[in-house]
């Protein structure tokens, strides 16, 4: 690792509590659709499910969308059969997703209670600026009384939290805080920053929820998304797109905020080849189709091993 980040991960492990010192455990941001972009079944996500087993040891993924795709109608169902936890999502900023997928919830979450792990309600809405961090509360509750014992939180960037933004869902009782680090958009480069950035990252949003909530006993915190992009991706100013650094990265950063003892879902399992061309936060074109650890065919990328060394 870095030695910058070895000494930031020392000194900030006064922020994590006890508990969180076992091991993180890793999860896997999962699409909704095929290479092709049709959309996955029961049986996609099965075959899924064994590739991120076996390559990864993992056994837990993370949705934006319960009724995109009808997700929570096929996943669900696969998660049972392959020994899977799912974390289901709800897109609330438009009513039309946020009613539908909480009619998903309501119909398939209420069956397969076991498979459902928690719930996120919202994909970095207080980093767009969508809600406030009181009217997301409102969208969080409401989400609430459809699974009263589920856990229910949200994910976004971790500057919404390190800057307050996100204060009324800690002061409201948000039980599960789910926060972004990419280290990549913030232009660092493996082995130049990127490692120190993404550590110093989630340390901040940590450190300001513990603050304000006066420990984390009560929270569930997972770095929601990090990742890298591999070869075929797109450059972020100095940051490059490269399996290699990928591959960097996740052994030193992934695998060391594990070590650190801090949940991580990396974004993503498998490339997206569907997906069109967007632009980036810089006005640049922006390649999202390779940022999967694993290829779209589930095989493993050369020289990106996926195991950490415990």
């Not at 900023?93 to 919202?122: C, I, M, P, R």
Request: with cysteine; aromatic share 12%; proline share 3%.
């Amino acid at each position: 690792m870095h030695a910058a980040t070895t000494t930031l991960a020392g000194i900030a492990l006064a922020a994590v509590p006890a508990l969180a010192l076992n091991r993180g455990t890793l999860g896997f941001a999962l699409g909704t659709k095929l290479a092709d972009g049709s959309c996955k079944y029961t049986a996609d996500y099965e075959t899924d499910f064994l590739a991120i087993k076996a390559n990864t040891g993992s056994t837990i993924v993370r949705g934006y969308a319960a009724s995109d795709c009808n997700c929570a109608q096929q996943i669900l169902p696969a998660a049972k059969n392959k020994g899977f936890k799912v974390i289901l999502g709800v897109w609330p900023d438009v009513d039309e997703s946020f009613n539908a997928d909480k009619l998903a919830l309501s119909t398939y979450a209420t069956q397969y209670t076991d498979q459902v792990y928690a719930v996120t309600v919202g994909s970095e809405t207080l980093y767009r600026g969508n809600f406030t961090g009181a009217e997301l509360l409102e969208k969080i509750n409401d989400v609430q009384a459809i699974l009263p014992k589920t856990l229910i939180g949200t994910a976004d960037s971790w500057n919404k939290y390190a800057d307050g933004t996100a204060d009324a869902l800690i002061k409201g009782g948000v039980k599960l805080l789910m926060a972004n680090a990419f280290s990549y958009w913030q232009g660092k480069e493996v082995g130049a920053g990127a490692e120190y950035t993404y550590f110093d990252d989630v340390q901040q949003a940590m450190g300001h929820i513990q603050e304000v909530a006066g420990s984390l006993d009560s929270i569930e915190f997972w770095n929601g998304e990090t990742g890298w992009p591999t070869t075929g991706g797109t450059n972020y100013g100095p940051a490059t797109a490269d399996t290699d650094l990928a591959a960097t990265f996740y052994s030193q950063s992934v695998c060391g905020m594990l070590d650190w003892g801090v949940n991580v879902f990396y974004f993503e399992a498998f490339d997206e080849p569907w997906k069109p061309v967007s632009v980036g936060d810089n006005g640049a074109v922006a390649d999202e189709t390779h940022w999967g650890a694993m290829n779209a065919d589930r095989s493993l990328k050369q020289g990106f091993p996926l195991q950490c060394q415990s």
